[in-house]
C-alpha cells in the first residue's frame, strides 16, 4: 500500500504464471496502470516489490537474465539500471538504507571455489556501483542485521564444523566472536561429521552437491547397504549445508548404511534458472537419472558402498520421487520407504504440480480460454515394480491428500503386486505424535530388505525404551506398556 492512501499498489499473474504485472490502482475512479511487466517461457519466481517512499523508486526481483538479481525502477514504471548482475543468485533484501543509498542483501554462487549454495551477506548502492561482500568465509552464513543498518549478527557452519556467530559493522568489520558452538558432549557420545561431495549429473558435466552420512562404527574394509534421502525440489533440496544434527538421516545410517543428501537439476531455484527449470514438463522424471548416476559414481569411489543394496526414502514429494524411482529403474533401486507422496499430482495442488510442470493455455474459436494439464503419475508405472515398497500416509492429511496414496496402492493391486501400505489414523501431513514410531518403521523395513536384519516381536523394543518407563505410566496414558523381546535375524 503507499502512503498516498489513494494508490494500491498489487501484482497479477496469469494462470501459466509466466505472465506478472505489477500495478497501482486508484481506489478513487479504479483505473488500474502497469507499471512493471515480466514476461518469461516458463513460471515466474517473485520476492517482494520493495518501495523506496523518500526517492519514488521501486526495487524489483527478476530473473529476466537467467539468475536472480535485483532492479531499479522509477514509479514510473522506467527501468533506470540493473542493480546486480552476474552467474550468481540474489536470495533477500535483509535491510534498505535510503540515506546512504545502499541495499543488503544475501546471495549465493558468488564466490569462486566454493559450495554455491553457500549463503553470503552483501550490499551495494542504488546507484549499482560499490557491491562488498561483507562476511567472507567458505561456510553458510545466516546473517541478522539491525534496524538501523549498522550491525549484523553472523552465524556461520558448513555440515562439517561447529558453528559460529561473531558480530559485525556494515562495513564488513568483525567486532567481535560471540560464541562458538560447544559439541563436546556430542562426540563423546560418538559423533561423526558427516561428509560433502560432488559428483557429476547424468550429463556429465553438471556438478550436483551432497552430504554422505556413515554409521559412528564405519570399517571401510566392510560394505554398506546405499540409501539416497531425496526431495525433487524444484523449489528447494533437501541438502544440508550448515551444521546440524539431520536425525533422520544420521540416525539411519547408526543401523549399518551409508545414507546420502543430494542435489539434482531441476532442483534449487538459485543455481540459475536452466537449472532450476530443467524440470518443466517432466516433473515425475527429471531428477531420477541423476540420483541412479550420482550413487553409481560414489560406488567407484567407495568399495564399502554395495551398488547391489540400494534404498531410497523421502516426504511429500520425496514419497512421490522415491516411489518413481522403484518404478522408472525397477532394476536399480530395491527398496523404497514412500511416505505421503503425491503419487497423483493431478489430484495435487496449483504451486507445486501445476507451476513446475506446465499448463497449456488455449484460446477457442469463439475466444473462450481453457487450460490443459496432463501430467505423468506414479500409478501408470505400477506394473514396473520389483522392489520392496512400504507407502505411507496420514488419513487426514492436509497438504497432499491421501487419495494419491490409495491410487497408488489401487494400481499395484490392480497390477498384481505385492506392497506394503501404512495409514497413520488421525494423522496430518506431517504425522506429528507419530513420527518417531514412523522412524523406527521405516528403519524395520530398510533393515528387513537391504540387511536381512529385522525385529520379530510385537513389541518396537527401542520405541518403548524411549517413553515413560515409570510403573503407572500405562494408566497416565490410558493403555499398557509391554516389555520384552528383542531384535531377531
Request: charged share 25%.
Amino acid at each position: 500500500m503507499s502512503e498516498n492512501n489513494r494508490e494500491l499498489w498489487f501484482s497479477r499473474q496469469s494462470r501459466d504464471m509466466h505472465k506478472v504485472d505489477v500495478c497501482v490502482a486508484d481506489v478513487e475512479t479504479g483505473e488500474v496502470r502497469v507499471v512493471i511487466e515480466e514476461r518469461l517461457n516458463t513460471y515466474i519466481e517473485m520476492q517482494g516489490l520493495v518501495m523506496l517512499r523518500d526517492r519514488n523508486e521501486l526495487v524489483w526481483w527478476s530473473e529476466r537474465d537467467g539468475w536472480g538479481h535485483y532492479y531499479l525502477y522509477g514509479t514510473d514504471g522506467r527501468l533506470k539500471r540493473q542493480l546486480t548482475s552476474g552467474p550468481w543468485a540474489c536470495r533477500g533484501i535483509t535491510g534498505i538504507d535510503e540515506d546512504d543509498g545502499v541495499i543488503y542483501f544475501t546471495a549465493n554462487a558468488r564466490e569462486a571455489g566454493e559450495d554455491p549454495y553457500f549463503n553470503h551477506f552483501y550490499r551495494i548502492g542504488l546507484d549499482g556501483r560499490g557491491m562488498k561482500l561483507l562476511n567472507p568465509g567458505e561456510f553458510d552464513h545466516r546473517s541478522s542485521i539491525d534496524p538501523n543498518n549498522r550491525y549484523f549478527v553472523d552465524t556461520f557452519s558448513r555440515v562439517n564444523t561447529a558453528p559460529v556467530s561473531a558480530l559485525f559493522n556494515t562495513d564488513g568489520e568483525q567486532l567481535m566472536e560471540l560464541e562458538t558452538a560447544d559439541l563436546s558432549q556430542l562426540f563423546e557420545a560418538g559423533y561423526q561429521y558427516p561428509e560433502p561431495f560432488v559428483a557429476k549429473a547424468d550429463d556429465g558435466i553438471t556438478d550436483l552437491y551432497g552430504v554422505m552420512y556413515k554409521p559412528f562404527d564405519f570399517d571401510p574394509e566392510k560394505q554398506y547397504p546405499i540409501i539416497a534421502y531425496v526431495y525433487p525440489g524444484p523449489q528447494t533440496e533437501s541438502v544440508a549445508k550448515a551444521f546440524s544434527t539431520n536425525s533422520t538421516t544420521t540416525s539411519l545410517a547408526q543401523f549399518g548404511f551409508v545414507v546420502i543428501t543430494l542435489g539434482n537439476r531441476g532442483g534449487h531455484p538459485s543455481r540459475s534458472k536452466w537449472y532450476h527449470n530443467y524440470s518443466y514438463g517432466d516433473l515425475r522424471d527429471y531428477g531420477l537419472a541423476d540420483k541412479k548416476t550420482v550413487i553409481e559414481q560414489l560406488a567407484v569411489r567407495h568399495s564399502y558402498i554395495d551398488v547391489d543394496r540400494v534404498g531410497i526414502f523421502g516426504h511429500s514429494g520425496g514419497g512421490f520421487m522415491s516411489t518413481a524411482a522403484l518404478l522408472v529403474y525397477p532394476d536399480f533401486f530395491k527398496v523404497a520407504v514412500s511416505s505421503s507422496g503425491n503419487h497423483e499430482n493431478n489430484i495435487y495442488n496449483k504451486w507445486w504440480s501445476e507451476k513446475h510442470h506446465g499448463v497449456t493455455e488455449i484460446i477457442n474459436a469463439d475466444g473462450t480460454v481453457s487450460f490443459e494439464y496432463d501430467i505423468d503419475k506414479n500409478s501408470e508405472l505400477a506394473a514396473n515394480l520389483k522392489g520392496h515398497l512400504l507407502l505411507t500416509t496420514g488419513d487426514i492429511d492436509n497438504n497432499v491428500h491421501p487419495g494419491g496414496t490409495i491410487r497408488m496402492a489401487n494400481a499395484l493391486i490392480q497390477a498384481g503386486k505385492r506392497f506394503d501400505l501404512f495409514i497413520f489414523p488421525g494423522a496430518r501431513h506431517g504425522y506429528g505424535g507419530m513420527g518417531n514410531y514412523f522412524s523406527w518403521l521405516r528403519a524395520d523395513y530398510f533393515c528387513k530388505h537391504l540387511l536381512g536384519d529385522y525385529s520379530t516381536s510385537v513389541d518396537m523394543i527401542e520405541l518403548l525404551r524411549e517413553q515413560d518407563q515409570s510403573p503407572d505410566a500405562g494408566r497416565r496414558s490410558g493403555g499398557v506398556v509391554n516389555r520384552g523381546g528383542g531384535r531377531g535375524g
